[in-house]
């Protein structure tokens, strides 16, 4: 079964500055996508960002940014001049095109932005 | 709007209770999923449809039952063969366009507790 890992339970960022969350997952396919997800205090998922595993350009969102490194199989969000409102768990997510529709997502990062 | 509505917002449950939580979507999406939420952790995957009439097990099933007689109705039944129930239930749903699934919408949740 596929897992994915994020290693860091929780990470502060002050507000303006950038900020990197890690995450790796374990696959045997080569045909995938990668997103990551935000949870804020409200409990609601939103979609930050995807990325499709035979793009070899990092995708980017605005101020998010991934760092996707398909060897490694690790797939970071770097989110840049952190506001207030970016505090939230953030989740990890991948999903195997072989196999339908499916996520398995990863244990999350809690992220605290400072003012 | 669209989107996806979850019912109720908090649920208790006696021991030994069966109870059934509810999710309507008016997006039309072709899947539906059901995921649990434990404090601090990542979302695991209870139960899947892709198509009406037919659903999938995910990874934590047992104790739980689903049924999927309409495209926009997937309730979820947390049976008393559910031994801890208590979390957070969130719904969610995708849809199929050009042969890919987009990336999965999901509702605002239900709080299930024990009482």
């Known amino acids: 079964a596929q897992t994915v890992t994020q290693s860091q339970p929780e990470m502060s960022v002050q507000e303006a500055e950038t900020v990197t969350l890690s995450c790796t997952y374990d696959?045997?396919?080569?045909?995938?996508?990668l997103f990551w997800y935000k949870q804020p205090p409200s409990r609601q998922m939103i979609l930050v960002i995807r990325q499709e595993a035979y793009k070899q350009q990092n995708a980017t969102e605005n101020r998010f940014s991934v760092n996707f490194q398909k060897a490694a199989k690790s797939f970071s969000l770097k989110i840049s001049d952190s506001q207030l409102g970016d505090a939230a768990m953030y989740f990890c997510?991948?999903?195997?095109?072989?196999?339908?529709?499916?996520?398995?997502f990863g244990e999350g990062t809690q992220l605290t932005v400072n003012p | 709007d669209g989107g996806i509505t979850q019912s109720p917002k908090y649920l208790f449950r006696k021991e030994g209770q069966n109870v059934t939580l509810s999710c309507e979507q008016n997006?039309?999406?072709?899947?539906m999923y059901w995921y649990r939420q434990d404090p601090g952790q990542g979302l695991r995957l209870i139960y899947y449809s892709q198509i009406v009439n037919d659903f999938q097990k995910g990874d934590i099933a047992e104790g739980y039952s689903v049924s999927r007689e309409k495209k926009e109705s997937f309730p979820l039944t947390v049976t008393s063969a559910q031994k801890n129930p208590t979390a957070f239930y969130l719904c969610?749903?995708?849809?199929?366009?050009?042969?890919?699934?987009?990336?999965?919408?999901f509702g605002d949740g239900t709080r299930l507790s024990i009482l």
């Open positions: 696959t045997s396919e080569s045909d995938y996508y």
């Open positions: 997510a991948y999903r195997e095109e072989t196999s339908g529709s499916r996520l398995t």
């Open positions: 969610a749903s995708s849809i199929l366009k050009g042969g890919l699934w987009q990336p999965q919408h």
């Open positions: 997006l039309n999406h072709d899947a």
